[in-house]
């Protein structure tokens, strides 16, 4: 690098470009403008507020029904589970099914032919995806505060707790959203299969009631995935102590939180990228145009 006249810094023939500039810096803007976007769009909006509305109702009416082994409402036991599948739901399912329209529509290819646009479109989709899940657990977290009682009892050192698990959980949620994107050819498929795997996933993570009344081996394949990790990592940074009576060994599993939430991160941090390079590298015209004439074939 060299200082110019008036005192700015330009780049040397051979020097290296900062990393910031290698989609990385482009890739930011776009996540958090295509964010801001979707709260000027009112379809988008009101998807937010509608599947807020309905959780937050749901703990509502259940604040009154409270549980005889924990002595908390309902309400409350649900509201850490909510938000793990709203973490989960948004990094994953979400970001798959927008990396799958738009590997169909062309927006791949086109960031594929930019210098270093994979790696923009990449950091921009995270980013974006990112920003939604924080504004949707907003939105959940502010009125269940003022609705429901014992919705936080973690104390000071509940905040920085729950910040880290949601990082965690974002971290593992997000490259399995670009793996399961780059394998999906049709994005319409994740509607079908996609929801009803995402279904049995939540009806045995303990969201909606204790996992200790499910079977074994239910409880035992519950714990194999990270919605019921963070689900538990979130109760145990939020409820009282007395909750962790409904947890599958009547105790708060703080570390086995971080180390399956943590472990399926590397794995989507290592799986990702090679599926993606994959992806990137069959994107061509060719393969574009015959999705979209097997698209038109449908209707």
């Avoid at 008036?6 to 051979?14: A, F, I, L, S, V």
């Amino acid at each position: 690098m060299s200082d110019t006249a008036n005192g700015t810094r330009t780049r040397e023939p051979g020097a290296p470009r900062l990393a910031w500039g290698n989609g990385y810096g482009p890739g930011v803007a776009r996540g958090r403008t295509e964010f801001m976007n979707s709260l000027r769009t009112p379809s988008d909006v009101g998807y937010y507020i509608v599947g807020s509305t309905v959780f937050v109702l749901v703990m509502f009416f259940n604040r009154d029904n409270i549980d005889e082994t924990t002595g908390i409402s309902a309400g409350a036991l649900m509201l850490p589970g909510v938000l793990a599948f709203t973490l989960i739901f948004g990094a994953l399912m979400g970001l798959a099914t927008s990396v799958a329209t738009e590997r169909e529509d062309g927006t791949l290819l086109r960031a594929k032919s930019l210098p270093h646009g994979t790696t923009g479109y990449v950091v921009g989709q995270s980013t974006r995806v990112t920003l939604e899940v924080l504004f949707s657990l907003a939105l959940l977290l502010v009125p269940a505060f003022i609705l429901l009682d014992n919705a936080w009892s973690g104390g000071l050192w509940g905040v920085p707790h729950v910040a880290s698990l949601v990082l965690l959980g974002v971290l593992a949620a997000t490259p399995l959203g670009f793996a399961v994107g780059s394998l999906v050819k049709n994005p319409r498929a994740l509607g079908g299969w996609g929801f009803m795997v995402m279904g049995g996933l939540v009806g045995i993570s303990g969201i909606f009631f204790p996992l200790a009344l499910l079977p074994g081996w239910a409880a035992g394949l519950a714990q194999v995935f990270p919605l019921y990790w963070l689900g538990h990592g979130l109760r145990s940074a939020m409820l009282p102590d007395a909750a962790a009576a409904g947890e599958i060994n009547g105790s708060w599993q703080v570390w086995e939180s971080y180390a399956v939430l943590g472990a399926w991160a590397l794995v989507g941090l290592v799986l990702a990228p090679v599926l993606l390079r994959r992806m990137a590298r069959r994107e061509s015209g060719a393969s574009m145009s015959a999705r979209r004439e097997t698209a038109l074939q449908r209707y």
